[in-house]
């Protein structure tokens, strides 16, 4: 960000007050317990980590974990990147409807998007649940619906991204490509992707830590089945609820080391002028 | 004709944007449509090159019927007011996004976009991305872009509403020799009637959605249509109930010419090379404008009885078009 001249010359009292005001709320609330959970993992050296690493279930449930988190991320990413074109480039009856409806796994606590699913998907009493099963394919209590709760909750965060900078980049350039010649995909491939990479990019980052943290709808869809179905955040509260702090301290800092590092290696390959 | 506009209405939503527009544009000549802002010349373009759909109406370009055409089937060149260039493309893969689309070998390319760039002066920049070129290079730079795929017609939109002057002027003087060297049926849109004077073969003039008048500069300045297309092209002033231009009334300082009326000077200004007089004639303030050496032989200052006419000559040359003030 090319800061004015003008926009940062009288620094009073003021705006050291406020920075140091912003500093102590981000230390308090964020840095401190995040590394007091690094301090604990650490307490007696690499023997928690090691600790995990050498029970198969808890390496089970982070593969698991990892494996939906990269399919809710695919997903979420090529629908997102659709639906965001269609939400700048289209115009259609029920076009507000859709973007106020992409924001619900926004504000809907994962909770209850955990039993919606069960409602629909359940093996038993759901919509589609018995007809699915019949068929040979289980939702509930499976990885697929582990994948369904994920892809939901992470749902508008591609979105969220993506649609300012197509509104930003506007339509100008899409237009010159097609009157040079480019059919859609061609304009998509050459032009928009790469004016929105960045966006997409970011919205990968964040889809990918959301997935990877999700909690509460994971538990109510998953039935937490030790060595199947057992995610890493079920592990750290399972852990941390049968007194093994240690074993909770370290999985829930692999958790917050992979969020962290994506963000970190984004910002850090991220060219400055693209914002 | 190249170019074969029938009765093409656009509306968005009530809004009449264009009102059964019917324009013939000539091969290889430059035209210019023009008109006031919101007047329709944008949408006309735009639905000339596809980007925009035609509520009603026909498009021919060159003999074929483009009405259903989409914007990749025309080859026509576009170009827009703010560059729409390609951001993270060199200007050299800028210029080259036609032919790689149309996957021309790479030497064919290669040979195109240098001759092109050389053509918008541009070669040394080849390797630059368009945020780093000025706007009236960015300009150039989507022109060739325009040029590079050999298009039927070439659109512009305003292409030099976004630079300051003097930029405007140059690249104005240039698009002219350019089409002189390229012969490529060129469309440009423009508010600016001084641009539209000077560079056009022929010009449209467009208002609220309809077109007013079409000719060269020279019908459109000396006989205007209407009263608009009068007003549009240049600076205008009443005596009686006569419109006329400025600069074609005559002051005399001596006794009665029979057509000529008298008043009296209340404003002197001097505006470069031209002095502008205000003469109250009667209620009436009637605007006109005189060369200074005119006006140092005439020893005029505020105050003075003068006589005002219509130049001989021009009501001579033009006849009754001039008679507007009754319409
Ligand atoms: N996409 C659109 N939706 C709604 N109204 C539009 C749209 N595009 C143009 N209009 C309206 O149509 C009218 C003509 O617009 P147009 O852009 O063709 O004008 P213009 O002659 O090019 O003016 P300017 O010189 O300001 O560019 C304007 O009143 C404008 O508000
Ligand atoms: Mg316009």
Redesign the interface.
């Known amino acids: 960000m090319a800061s004015h001249p003008s926009t940062r010359t009288r620094r009073g009292p003021v705006t050291y007050l406020v920075r140091l005001l912003v500093i102590a709320y981000l230390f308090l609330l964020v840095a401190w317990p995040v590394y007091l959970v690094g301090k604990n993992t650490f307490a007696d050296g690499m023997d928690n980590i090691n600790g995990i690493l050498e029970d198969p279930d808890i390496v089970h449930a982070i593969t698991l974990t990892v494996q939906v988190a990269i399919i809710a991320v695919i997903i979420n990413t090529l629908f997102g990147v659709g639906i965001s074109l269609l939400l700048v480039r289209y115009d259609f009856p029920g076009k507000r409807l859709l973007s106020a409806l992409l924001d619900m796994p926004l504000s809907v606590s994962p909770i209850v998007v955990g039993l919606a699913l069960v409602l629909v998907y359940g093996g038993r009493t759901g919509w589609f649940g018995p007809g699915l099963e019949s068929m040979g394919f289980q939702v509930i209590f499976a990885t697929p619906g582990i994948v369904l709760a994920t892809v939901f909750v992470a749902l508008p965060l591609v979105i969220r991204e993506v649609v300012p900078v197509l509104e930003e980049?506007g339509e100008?350039?899409e237009?010159?490509?097609?009157?040079?010649?480019?059919?859609a995909w061609?304009t998509f491939r050459?032009?928009t992707l790469?004016?929105i990479k960045w966006g997409v990019v970011y919205g990968v980052v964040l889809s990918l830590a959301r997935s990877l943290g999700e909690f509460g709808a994971v538990k109510v869809v998953s039935g937490n089945v030790l060595g199947q179905t057992r995610t890493a955040t079920l592990v750290v509260e399972e852990k941390y609820l049968n007194f093994d702090k240690g074993g909770a301290y370290a999985t829930a800092f692999l958790l917050a080391l992979v969020a962290v590092a994506c963000i970190i290696i984004v910002s850090v390959i991220r060219p400055k002028?693209d914002r | 004709m190249s170019i074969e506009i029938v009765n093409v209405s656009k509306r968005f939503g009530d809004f009449v944007a264009l009102d059964s527009v019917s324009v013939s544009i000539p091969s290889g000549q430059l035209t210019a449509l023009l008109g006031p802002s919101g007047g329709g010349k944008s949408t006309l373009l735009r639905i000339i090159a596809g980007l925009e759909t035609a509520d009603s109406g026909r498009i021919e370009i060159e003999g074929v019927d483009a009405t259903k055409l989409s914007p990749q089937k025309r080859n026509v060149g576009f170009v827009f007011q703010h560059y729409a260039a390609f951001k993270h493309l060199s200007v050299a893969r800028n210029v080259a996004f036609g032919l790689e689309i149309r996957k021309r070998p790479k030497d064919e390319i290669r040979e195109r976009v240098h001759e092109l760039l050389n053509l918008v002066h541009l070669s040394q920049f080849a390797d630059r991305l368009p945020s780093q070129l000025s706007g009236g290079q960015r300009q150039r730079m989507a022109l060739a872009r325009a040029l590079a795929v050999q298009p039927t017609v070439l659109l512009l939109d305003e292409p030099f509403g976004a630079l300051d002057a003097k930029v405007r002027k140059e690249l104005r003087d240039w698009l002219r020799r350019l089409h002189d060297e390229v012969h490529v049926t060129t469309v440009f849109v423009t508010h600016d009637q001084e641009e539209a004077l000077e560079v056009a073969d022929e010009i449209v003039v467009i208002n609220e959605g309809r077109v007013e008048q079409i000719g060269s500069p020279d019908e459109l300045y000396d006989s205007p249509a209407n009263d608009f297309v009068m007003r549009f092209l240049g600076p205008v002033t009443e005596l009686g109930d006569r419109l006329v231009r400025p600069h074609d009334l005559q002051l005399l300082t001596g006794g009665g010419e029979p057509d000529a009326v008298p008043g009296r000077i209340t404003r002197i200004t001097r505006v470069g090379f031209e002095i502008r007089v205000v003469v109250a004639v009667g209620e009436q303030l009637v605007t006109v404008t005189l060369t200074r050496n005119e006006f140092l032989s005439l020893g005029l200052q505020v105050g003075s009885e003068v006589q005002v006419r219509i130049a001989p000559e021009v009501g001579a040359v033009v006849g009754q078009p001039r008679l507007l003030g009754a319409v």
């Open positions: 980049v100008e350039q237009q010159a490509a097609r009157s040079l010649g480019a059919n061609q050459r032009i790469p004016s002028e």
